[in-house]
């Protein structure tokens, strides 16, 4: 027998029983005089209905579904935004799914509070939860055929934070017409007691105000406020108040954005209510009714304002805490302070966009008049914007929509429609474009990336993962791959100097041929310099690494071995697989900008390791710290080693003809810092690097296309040098030039903390050519000179 059987063979028992105790009390009954007949049925009905509560509340034999717990009521969930706050004390941004932040009773307008009062609920201060004068009110209206409501304040905030007519269940006798809502009504009434029981009429208001939603994603009056008048909850006037809690009624049919005229009514309507509950006079009344509504509408969405590739980053870097934990960013009000300086993240951005706009208008120049997407042989690539299109979300709609067939997909495909674009001038363009027409057009742009951070700490300042958020969220910071060219000479040379090798050693500039096995195939590899010939020269380690001579790092990579520099990659702070292949050495293995400025952080801090830290710490909505990062680091190289690549570093700003000096074009020499870094680029310039470093900062740069095929064709416009270098050097200016940022100024230090075994202190000087007849210099050679401007060698040129 199932339960609804049982629940029926028990309520036909009592009722047989509850007949025959009834037929027993008529006949008593009608022998009573007429006044104990009333107070009979007075009391009687009382006690009915009280039990009637108890019974729904109690979920009486699942008759009725289950009501709020005392749990709950005592303990309130609703579900709030989590915010972001940077380094120096800005907010970042928000999670959320209802946008809601928390006030307190004393952060609400008293003009508010009245406004409230006298519209919904009169005799707030007078009730326990349940306005029986507004209910008897209601009745008779009711049977005049005017429709009243009779909810107090209490009973609407069940609704906003309980969800009861639509989060818990009616139970069997839901199911009978009519009985439900007088089901949802009796839990609302009894929650609305127990909350009256637990809280004071002060509490009772914050939280109202806290849950209610006045549309537009405005949950909660702290996000009213802001998103209508752009202004607090403390500073709201009595015309906003109105506009406001007229909103209550109905958010979409009063709304002051899509229906405003009829917003401006009903905020008129609580107006007069406040005239005719003594709160305003009637000038006052008459005289705020002929304002016009004056908004300063602007609804938040939880990705606005700045960092956005970061803050999306975030999102899935706390993934598994929040598994761990049980917290949700998007509902648990957590306070979530990060690394992110607000200022130096501005600043990035500035860099960023300053030099992609000039990129960009190169990039166009460069293939006016063609498609940049062109294989090796300069053709263009068969099929390239078509298969882009079979990856979008519209191709696999209509797919499904056209049943597969194809000429349907592609008519669609190619018919104009009204879209929104990318444009540096606009940053939104309304046009007029085909979906492959869009493809097209969006794959004319070139795209870049900047991080930097603190190489100490590991705190990560400044974060831009592409050119705009709205258009393309795919992140080349920490997400995307590609290949580093010469920026991944770091690990070559570390690995060289890990196994013996020194900052002074020489080697010749030289023709290379790798002979390798590769899947029981035989294969030679010979690579070139970026100019495409050999000096031939004898050189320092140090100069071939601030020149960036391939021949030198691919020597060194057969001395050492591939996977000795694998291992060392991996060490320095390479997460991502890498390919053991010769070209490797030359930066064949794709590698994430993150991962790379961190390795180059572990060399300026010294050989000591750390991960990335995005967060400093998480509180929850009471303030208790939730969160705190791990901020022990671990030796990964000796300080000697360390000290050495960091030399070399160095060398790309001192040695003769060295890649980073172009950051000379830049002013950043005025404030006592120094600066070293390498450049990088892939073989056919899909991929632009520069990752540069000073004392206390290292930042990295990347440019290229969304897809590698899109790239400029010569080193002249497409190099790291000339591409991202720039933005590194532009992001540092102005960090140097903020005096609030002046803890990032400083020189590396002049002498080493330990005793270095190796030879460190050389410096190419290559002398000014010239054909005087009593010139003393030889513009034939190549001198090396120590660090006390004493020759030590001079190399012969060839």
Not at 768 to 789: F, G, K, M, P
Request: glycine letters at 6%.
């Amino acid at each position: 027998m199932n339960q609804l059987s049982l629940v029926w063979e028990f309520i036909k028992v009592w009722w047989v029983k509850f007949v025959s105790w009834r037929k027993a009390r008529t006949v008593r009954f009608r022998g009573l005089v007429w006044y104990k007949k009333m107070a009979n049925v007075l009391i009687t009905s009382i006690v009915l209905f009280l039990i009637f509560l108890l019974l729904v509340d109690i979920n009486f034999l699942w008759l009725f579904g289950k009501a709020p717990s005392l749990s709950s009521i005592k303990n309130p969930s609703q579900s709030e935004a989590s915010i972001i706050y940077t380094a120096d004390g800005k907010v970042l941004g928000k999670y959320f799914h209802e946008n809601r932040t928390p006030v307190t009773y004393e952060e609400i307008s008293p003009k508010l509070i009245q406004t409230l009062i006298s519209t919904e609920d009169e005799r707030f201060y007078q009730h326990f939860g349940i306005d029986f004068q507004g209910v008897f009110a209601a009745l008779k209206d009711m049977t005049q055929g005017r429709s009243r409501g009779a909810s107090t304040i209490t009973q609407q905030l069940v609704k906003n934070m309980y969800k009861t007519r639509n989060m818990y269940s009616t139970g069997l006798f839901g199911y009978v017409p009519g009985i439900k809502m007088v089901i949802m009504k009796t839990k609302e009434w009894t929650t609305a007691v127990k909350i009256e029981t637990f809280y004071s009429k002060k509490e009772i208001l914050t939280m109202y105000f806290n849950t209610v939603d006045f549309g537009s994603n405005s949950f909660g009056i702290h996000t009213a406020a802001k998103t209508f008048f752009k202004t607090t909850p403390a500073k709201l006037n009595y015309e906003q108040s109105a506009t406001l809690v007229g909103l209550l009624k109905a958010t979409t049919s009063y709304s002051p954005i899509a229906h405003p005229k009829r917003s401006k009514e009903r905020r008129n309507v609580v107006l007069e209510i406040l005239f005719q509950h003594n709160v305003i006079t009637r000038n006052e009344c008459d005289s705020l009714k002929k304002i016009p509504i004056k908004l300063n509408y602007s609804v938040e969405q939880s990705y606005d304002g700045n960092a956005l590739y970061f803050r999306a980053y975030l999102d899935k870097y706390l993934t598994d805490w929040q598994k761990v934990t049980g917290f949700d960013i998007y509902s648990d009000g957590l306070k979530i302070y990060v690394t992110i300086d607000s200022r130096m993240q501005k600043y990035a951005e500035e860099a960023v966009n300053k030099q992609m706009r000039t990129i960009q208008r190169r990039f166009f120049e460069h293939w006016r008049g063609q498609n940049p997407w062109q294989d090796e042989k300069h053709k263009d690539i068969v099929n390239f914007i078509e298969d882009k299109a079979k990856k979008t979300k519209r191709y696999a709609s209509l797919k499904n929509k056209y049943n597969n067939n194809q000429d349907s997909i592609d008519k669609y495909l190619n018919e104009p429609h009204r879209t929104k674009v990318f444009d540096y001038k606009l940053g939104e363009k309304d046009t007029t474009l085909s979906v492959m027409d869009s493809i097209r057009y969006m794959n004319h742009f070139m795209h870049s990336s900047f991080v930097a951070m603190e190489s100490e700490t590991g705190q990560v300042k400044a974060w831009v993962g592409d050119i705009d958020f709205r258009f393309w969220q795919y992140d080349k910071v920490a997400q995307a791959k590609r290949q580093p060219g010469s920026t991944f000479k770091l690990f070559v040379y570390t690995a060289a100097i890990m196994n013996g090798k020194a900052p002074c050693d020489m080697m010749t500039d030289k023709a290379v041929t790798w002979n390798y096995v590769e899947k029981g195939e035989n294969k030679s590899w010979s690579p070139h310099n970026a100019n495409g010939s050999f000096s031939g020269r004898t050189i320092t380690l140090k100069h071939a690494f601030g020149r960036s001579i391939n021949t030198v790092a691919v020597q060194l990579a057969q001395e050492v071995g591939i996977k000795e520099i694998i291992k060392y990659a991996h060490l320095l702070g390479i997460k991502t697989p890498l390919e053991e292949q010769p070209s490797l050495c030359l930066g064949s293995s794709d590698v994430s900008l993150l991962e790379l400025v961190n390795s180059f952080s572990t060399v300026v801090n010294e050989g000591m390791y750390h991960e990335p830290v995005l967060v400093t710490r998480i509180e929850d909505k009471d303030g208790n710290v939730v969160y705190q990062p791990k901020t022990e680091q671990t030796r990964k190289i000796p300080y000697e080693d360390a000290f050495l690549v960091t030399e070399l570093l160095k060398g790309g700003m001192t040695e003769p003809g060295a890649t980073t000096q172009a950051l000379w074009e830049w002013d950043l020499f005025r404030s006592n810092t120094d600066f070293g870094g390498k450049t990088g680029t892939s073989s056919n310039h899909s991929d632009a690097w520069f990752v540069g470093v000073t004392q206390k900062l290292v930042g990295g740069a990347w440019v290229g296309g969304e897809h590698r095929s899109v790239h400029f064709r010569t080193g002249q416009l497409g190099e790291g040098s000339k591409t991202a270098l720039p933005i590194f050097g532009l992001f540092m200016e102005k960090v140097l030039k903020d005096e609030s940022l002046k803890q990032y100024r400083g020189k590396f230090p002049t002498k080493p903390k330990e005793k270095i075994s190796r030879n460190f202190s050389c410096h190419t000087y290559i002398p000014r050519d010239t054909t005087a007849s009593d010139s003393t210099s030889v513009d034939s050679e190549e001198v090396l000179i120590d660090e006390n401007q004493e020759v030590i060698d001079v190399v012969p040129e060839e």
